[in-house]
């Protein structure tokens, strides 16, 4: 007797198809309404759930494929409008389901696809039991220790700033008076510590702000639901600007800045840069998953170099494209330019002027 073959090939492409063909056919009969293209990009957490149910098909255990499945259903849900919570603040407050779904693993390992199915729905229940908790208990919780940050210009002619979050939110705008380096507040959690170097080369003043320690396991709440890094940056001086940030949002605003290079970087989470009205500078903003969104004052020159993974470019629709480079209009005959190197590996690029 013949011994029928089992199938263990991928689903992940599989089931690409068929939630890109059941799109179309649902917009071509006049169910779905306005561009079809629109809510393709809503749906791009189903890439991440289709890749989690695929590795636990074959067997590749729990924690992985419980990671990919429960960020993917958190976007998902954030996508719709249906967390009224920061989806990033979510994804960090919840991180204690892998210990679940690696307890799981340990004790159903990889015995059968049924078994492994059933420990998936049980570790899915607990997260989304932990989703009703932290909606209702949202409003309570830590209250943020907050640190003053303030280094003074001491005469420099220029500067090299680097401020590196491990993760929460992060905010860098401009200073409004031309004394100060940096000014602001840092929120700190638990055994977290602030640790800020300052140092003086040849007029370039060197200044770094990082946070080490006890950062993953409490995300601290504030009054708001935030955890926050404030800082403001003097507009006296060049500044060669860095930032990372391990997951959570990032607000970049270079308004009234003078910016001579840009390194920006975040892991999970959102990070959204506006640009100066005027400006002569290269740099890099860089994301791995969520959502990268660069606003632009009309008039800027930019060109923006787009390297993605999963995720989409959205430009204006005056701007120029060649071969993944996108230039606004007059950028080849204006003084000034802003020129952007913009990665992201799952999600989407959104480059958009200021007033749309």
């Known amino acids: 007797m013949e011994e029928r073959r089992r199938f263990r090939g991928s689903i992940f492409f599989p089931v690409v198809l068929i ?14 309404t306005g561009n079809v293209w629109d809510t393709v990009l809503q749906l791009w957490p189903v890439l991440l759930i289709a890749l989690g149910l695929d590795g636990i098909l074959r067997r590749q255990g729990l924690v992985g494929p419980v ?17 009224a919570v920061n989806v990033w603040e979510v994804v960090l407050r919840l991180w204690p389901v892998l210990l679940v779904a690696i307890g799981l693993d340990i004790v159903i390992g990889r015995r059968s696809p049924l078994l492994s199915l059933a420990g998936l729905i049980l570790v899915l229940a607990v997260l989304a039991g932990a989703l009703w908790l932290y909606g209702v208990r949202f409003e309570t919780g830590q209250v943020l220790n907050s640190e003053q940050i303030t280094q003074a210009i001491d ?13 929460g939110s992060l905010r860098i705008t401009a200073l409004r008076g ?43 709440r504030g009054s708001q639901g935030q955890w926050a890094w404030d800082l403001a940056l ?30 920006v970087n975040l892991g999970v989470g959102q990070t ?12 890099k903003v860089e994301g ?8 632009v004052p009309k008039g800027t020159a930019l ?54």
Do not use: C, K, W
């Open 19 to 32: 939630i890109l063909g059941v799109v179309f056919l649902l917009n071509n009969i006049g169910v779905l």
């Open 67 to 83: 990671f990919l499945i429960g960020l993917g259903i958190v976007f998902l849900l954030a996508n719709y409008g249906l967390l």
């Open 155 to 167: 005469g420099a002619t220029s500067a090299s700033v680097t401020i590196e979050p491990a993760a």
């Open 178 to 220: 031309p004394d100060g380096l940096v000014e602001g507040t840092v929120g700190r959690v638990g055994q977290e510590r602030v640790i800020s170097d300052y140092s003086m080369s040849g007029g370039t003043a060197v200044f770094t702000l990082r946070g080490t320690g006890g950062v993953f396991l409490s995300v601290p």
């Open 234 to 263: 003097t507009p006296a001086i060049p500044i060669d600007l860095n930032t990372s940030l391990g997951a959570g949002q990032s607000l970049v605003d270079l308004t009234n800045l003078d910016i001579s290079a840009l390194d």
């Open 272 to 283: 959204t840069v506006i640009l100066p009205s005027e400006g002569d500078f290269e740099g």
């Open 288 to 295: 791995a998953i969520g959502q990268t969104v660069i606003q």
């Open 303 to 356: 060109r923006i170099e787009s390297n993605t993974g999963l995720a989409s470019t959205n430009v204006p629709s005056d701007f120029v494209e060649q071969n993944g480079v996108f230039t606004s209009p007059g950028f080849t005959t204006a003084p000034q330019h802003v020129d952007l190197q913009v990665g992201q590996a799952i999600g989407n690029i959104d480059i958009r002027y200021m007033d749309q």
